[in-house]
């Protein structure tokens, strides 16, 4: 049982490069989101999906796009990465499908946009 | 002014140490106050939460919340060097998503 697992972990891009960030849960939960975590930011909400299908934007939606591939996974993709976008990304889940207090987080991906 | 304030820290104690982290914030609607603790370049857990005001305990931990004055604390007793970690303060919104704090990082000195 791997919880949530996010890949890369780590990844460097020139500005105007594109990526995914991969996410995938085996808890056979509901809903599952993204977050960034920026010093003195904290962390905020990119995008969550509540079920499978469909998909919500968060705080900080702009720059970014979202795919709930199935019920396991959950992939973040940056079109044309700004240095703005560096940052920690942390995928998450939690097993209602609603937003829930609970959510388990993965390891996070630490990402450099130069 | 952020929804959700919390002080950054460092915060550093000996061990066996009480310690108090603590959050304001200023909605009134935020009835879940979550504490999530996160080991240096790992993701967050969560460690405790409550619902609308009183203490909730947990072993060496304790979890209160006043909404009269929109205060939350965590407390954390006989403190040990494997409570370092940054813990953050979390609350639902009326739209049920989280809203964290920035984060209190402790050090707890053997």
């Known amino acids: 049982n791997a919880g949530v697992t996010q890949t890369p972990k780590f990844q460097v891009l020139k500005t105007g490069q594109s990526m995914t960030l991969q996410c995938a849960q085996d808890?056979?939960?509901?809903?599952m989101y993204w977050y960034r975590q920026d010093p003195g930011m904290g962390l905020r909400l990119i995008y969550y999906?509540?079920?499978?299908?469909?998909?919500d934007k968060g705080e900080v939606p702009n720059g970014y796009n979202v795919s709930r591939l199935n019920k396991r996974e959950f992939s973040l993709r940056l079109e044309s990465a700004a240095p703005s976008q560096t940052s920690v990304y942390f995928c998450?889940?939690?097993?209602?499908?609603?937003?829930?207090?609970?959510?388990?987080f993965g390891p996070g991906t630490r990402l450099t946009v130069t | 002014q952020k929804e959700v304030e919390q002080d950054p820290g460092p915060l550093s104690v000996p061990e066996g140490a009480i310690v108090s982290l603590n959050c304001t914030y200023s909605?009134?609607?935020?009835?879940?106050f979550m504490w999530y603790r996160q080991y240096s370049r790992k993701g967050p857990e969560l460690l405790m939460y409550?619902?609308?005001?009183g203490n909730k305990e947990d072993g060496r931990f304790t979890a209160q919340v006043d909404k009269s004055s929109k205060y939350i604390s965590l407390f954390i007793r006989d403190s040990q060097p494997s409570d370092s970690a940054t813990y953050l303060c979390?609350?639902?919104?009326?739209?049920?998503?989280?809203?964290f704090g920035t984060g209190t990082l402790l050090a707890v000195q053997p």
């Open positions: 909605n009134s609607a935020f009835q879940y």
């Open positions: 409550t619902y609308s005001s």
């Open positions: 998450a889940s939690s097993a209602g499908t609603g937003i829930s207090y609970e959510q388990y």
């Open positions: 979390a609350m639902e919104d009326a739209t049920n998503k989280l809203i």
């Open positions: 808890m056979n939960h509901n809903s």
């Open positions: 999906s509540a079920s499978e299908g469909t998909t």
